[in-house]
């Protein structure tokens, strides 16, 4: 079964720290896709990025960056110098890549506070 | 592109109503789209995979016969609560999958059943 984990439920930082929201992922496919979603007040979900199980590099874009370690099963999401627009819940998401009618599984979400 | 409408965005109804959700894909045809709800400081939990021109299948715990999932066309999905309770108030969100397999979500519905 597909199963993630975030193990943070809340994060407070003041502006401009740099902050890490983990997540652990389970699942018994070889194949499939990571994603990072933000949900800010509004509630619409802002997709951040997806990852291809084979592809390990690690990714940045901006104050945003992501380590995908396969051999711990974690896809861990970096913001640097952060901002109060950063506040917001985090998701992690899980999905087979094998085709369209794949589901995404979310994991319980991070709600990050990023206080002036 | 890819882009995905609900409609309504907010609805207000009395307890024992029956209410309809829609969810578009704009630009985009969809053989699969997805409905989840999301309770207040919750995850989204999958509700059901809907596919176009077959029965929806839900997930576990879902009751089928409460929400109603009507899939008719490559560009609509529908969600009905029918006899909506207290409940049931919730956000639920869809999702349709495009031709990439890029899972695209819509804007939500917030249901406030009274």
């Known amino acids: 079964a597909q199963k993630v984990t975030q193990a943070q439920t809340e994060i407070s930082v003041v502006e401009k720290e740099d902050v890490t929201l983990d997540c652990v992922y389970e699942?018994?496919?070889?194949?499939?896709?990571l994603f990072w979603y933000k949900q800010p007040p509004s509630g619409e979900l802002v997709f951040l990025i997806r990852?291809?199980?084979?592809?390990?590099q690690n990714e940045i874009s901006g104050r945003y960056s992501w380590n995908f370690q396969k051999s711990t099963s974690s896809f861990n999401f970096t913001i640097t110098a952060s901002q109060v627009v950063d506040s917001a819940v985090y998701f992690c998401?899980?999905?087979?890549?094998?085709?369209?009618?794949?589901?995404?599984?979310f994991g319980s979400g991070t709600r990050l506070s990023i206080r002036p | 592109g890819a882009v995905v409408s609900q409609h309504p965005s907010w609805v207000i109804c009395k307890s024992g109503t029956s209410v309809k959700i829609e969810c578009r894909s704009l630009?985009?045809?969809?053989?699969?789209m997805f409905w989840y709800r999301q309770f207040p400081k919750q995850s989204l939990m999958l509700m059901a995979t809907?596919?176009?021109?077959?029965?929806?299948?839900?997930e576990q715990g879902v009751e089928k016969d409460k929400f109603l999932i009507n899939h008719a066309s490559l560009t609509l999905s529908t969600l009905t609560v029918t006899s909506a309770h207290p409940e049931d108030s919730s956000f639920y969100i869809c999702?349709?999958?495009?031709?990439?397999?890029?899972?695209?979500f819509g804007p939500g519905t917030r249901l406030l059943v009274l």
């Open positions: 999702s349709a999958t495009s031709l990439g397999g890029g899972k695209n």
């Open positions: 699942t018994r496919d070889t194949t499939y896709y």
């Open positions: 990852r291809n199980s084979f592809d390990e």
């Open positions: 998401a899980l999905s087979e890549a094998a085709s369209s009618a794949s589901k995404i599984i």
């Open positions: 630009d985009f045809q969809a053989t699969t």
């Open positions: 809907s596919n176009e021109g077959s029965k929806a299948t839900y």
